[in-house]
């Protein structure tokens, strides 16, 4: 084997390992934290904090709370998160700047993601 043929190698393999990684942090944060009771305490502050109002679009009640980083890990400082409705998160999450609400949440839908808990999945009415 060459040394390009090693190089490409390693490559293809450390995507394969950072590919894993990714799935695996993203079913955890999403199956585990998000139910976790600290989690749930932690969204009811971030929420009070606003009073329930979209800190995006200032319009609706707020349902969710948006993390503007993980540098820290799942549990930022608070003044790191904000209260958002569910018309934006999908917008904030995935970086969508144009377009309506019910593109980004069609957009949202088409993305591919792990199965997520009944009690985690927002219904939009």
């Not at 707020?62 to 608070?78: N, Q, S, Y």
Request: net charge neutral; charged share 30%; hydrophobic share 40%.
């Amino acid at each position: 084997m060459t040394d390009d043929e090693k190089k490409a190698e390693q490559q293809r393999l450390y995507l394969i390992w950072e590919d894993i990684a990714r799935k695996e942090w993203i079913g955890w944060y999403q199956c585990i934290w998000l139910e976790s009771e600290t989690w749930k305490q932690i969204k009811s502050k971030v929420l009070a904090r606003d009073k329930n109002l979209c800190q995006s679009c200032l319009e609706r009640n707020a349902t969710e709370v948006f993390l503007d980083t993980l540098m820290f890990g799942a549990a930022p400082p608070l003044w790191m998160m904000h209260a958002v409705c569910s018309m934006c998160a999908p917008r904030l999450r995935y970086g969508w700047l144009e377009g309506s609400p019910d593109e980004w949440i069609e957009t949202a839908n088409r993305a591919p993601q792990l199965p997520l808990k009944e009690s985690n999945v927002v219904r939009r009415k």
